[in-house]
């Protein structure tokens, strides 16, 4: 069965950028979606269609993917950005999600 | 405004079932899929299945073949999930979200999210 993979954790200092990965077998050929979760939230869309952005969403919010691996870029992190983070795609009409990432600001 | 509404927290014993409410406002469920997600706790998204607008069909992950059923009730704008024989791994919070659907086709994300149940299975 299809499978992405994140990091564990990534940690960044406030003002910096944090880059989050999400690795899959040609996973450029599928769309992706990044969703944050913060403690005892629910999931909330950041990022639909590999790139764009839901209006509310900060442009400090951006992604790509390429070939196998998707990209959640921050930039100017913010303590309020400290979540989990998820990356979603489609295999066979079932969702795959990744196994979340940390973000942790410093 | 958009929105998905969940039932409250529900206490089961190992080999009960379980049936959690998702009601809908501000769309219809003719044009949007309505997914199940859950999360065990201190660990990631698990996506269970979808029931279909059409009402006609549902897909479920294969893990949960065999032991989950998704249904809707159109004149309350809500959609069910019983999930049955319940194991103390089954204890997760369970998510619905919407998948909307324009006349030619699906997005792909998942938009909004109910608030989520907490389901505990405990002997």
């Known amino acids: 069965s299809y499978e992405v993979a994140q990091p564990p954790s990534v940690s960044v200092s406030p003002g910096q950028t944090a880059i989050i990965p999400c690795s899959g077998d040609?996973?450029?050929?599928?769309?992706v979606s990044w969703y944050q979760q913060k403690p005892g939230q629910s999931p909330m869309l950041v990022i639909y269609e590999d790139a764009k952005r839901p209006s509310g969403i900060p442009e400090r919010f951006s992604a790509s993917n390429s070939v196998h691996t998707a990209t959640l870029t921050i930039r100017g992190t913010q303590a309020l950005d400290e979540a989990d983070y998820y990356c979603q795609t489609w295999d066979s009409s079932t969702a795959i999600f990744g196994g979340g990432t940390k973000l942790t600001v410093l | 405004q958009v929105q998905l509404v969940q039932s409250g927290a529900e206490v089961k014993k190992p080999g009960a079932s379980v049936m959690l409410s998702c009601k809908t406002s501000a769309f219809t469920l003719t044009n949007n899929y309505i997914h199940w997600v859950r999360q065990a706790p201190g660990q990631g998204l698990e996506w269970m299945g979808t029931?279909?607008?059409?009402?006609?069909?549902?897909g479920y992950a294969q893990k949960f073949q065999g032991r989950v059923t998704m249904t809707r009730d159109t004149s309350t704008s809500t959609v069910y999930m019983d999930l049955r024989s319940l194991r103390p791994d089954d204890t997760a919070i369970y998510y619905c979200a919407r998948v909307h659907c324009s006349t030619s086709s699906c997005y792909t994300w998942f938009d909004p999210w109910g608030q989520g149940t907490l389901v505990t299975v405990s002997s």
């Open positions: 029931f279909s607008p059409s009402g006609s069909s549902a």
């Open positions: 040609h996973l450029g050929n599928k769309y």
